[in-house]
């Protein structure tokens, strides 16, 4: 652990060539270097970039906050495609159902409602994406198969067989940027890494893909259950 200017920071060593700083979901601050690096050498380093650290943390305690305050009850909003719903506890047969400018729950299903939000989003879903994959792939993409999943972390994958699947949380995003991440796996189809062509392909389909994928990097950590 390397104490700098009030940060505790992990340091992880291996045979990389080059040293880089991150700051994950827990409010770590993690320096990776090589293994021959001096320890004064990180300590300058860290306060080099520690104005962008202190902010980093700031966002972490932000989402932390953000995801404190929400949970399954009344008021709070949830999102299919981008438009934002309502969460009203009823008293219903059926689990879950979109009903005007609400999310309807059922007052039976409240302790199991992140899965019957999860199941909502891969029925409802699946169809939708399906047909968007079909819009942009035509006969340009071959794939073999489209599947929601419960991914939290990877907002799409493209297989090695070019199975396609995505996770339910992009079901919540703007349709703009739903296209996006449809359109970033099946460039993956032709290109399984992020190589210049890779980009060239995306931009092939759309010009503005840039300007969406800094919107979901910017807004995607809100789309959450």
Do not use: E
């Given at each position: 652990?390397?104490?700098?200017?009030g940060l505790n920071v992990r340091v992880v060593r291996s045979r990389r060539k080059t040293v880089s700083l991150e700051v994950n979901g827990l409010g770590e601050v993690v320096l990776k270097a090589p293994e021959n690096v001096s320890e004064a050498f990180l300590k300058?380093?860290?306060l080099k970039h520690?104005?962008?650290v202190f902010q980093k943390l700031?966002?972490?305690e932000k989402k932390k906050k953000f995801l404190e305050r929400r949970g399954f009850r009344n008021g709070v909003v949830f999102y299919y495609l981008g438009v934002p719903y309502v969460l009203k506890i009823v008293e219903s047969s059926v689990p879950l159902e979109l009903s005007g400018n609400y999310f309807l729950l059922s007052s039976d299903w409240v302790s199991d409602a992140k899965d019957v939000f999860?199941?909502?989003y891969k029925k409802v879903g699946l169809p939708y994406i399906t047909e968007r994959v079909r819009f942009f792939a035509r006969n340009r993409f071959p794939?073999?198969?489209?599947?929601i999943t419960r991914a939290e972390k990877r907002w799409g994958s493209c297989?090695?067989?070019?199975s396609l699947c995505f996770s339910y949380r992009a079901l919540m995003l703007p349709e703009e940027i739903l296209d996006y991440i449809v359109v970033h796996e099946i460039a993956h189809i032709k290109e399984k890494n992020h190589s210049k062509y890779f980009w060239k392909l995306v931009e092939s389909i759309l010009p503005d893909f840039r300007k969406r994928d800094r919107w979901l990097r910017v807004n995607g950590w809100k789309f959450v259950l």
């Open positions: 652990m390397l104490r700098v200017n300058r380093f860290v520690k104005n962008w700031l966002d972490v999860i199941a909502w794939y073999k198969s489209v599947k297989s090695g067989s070019n």
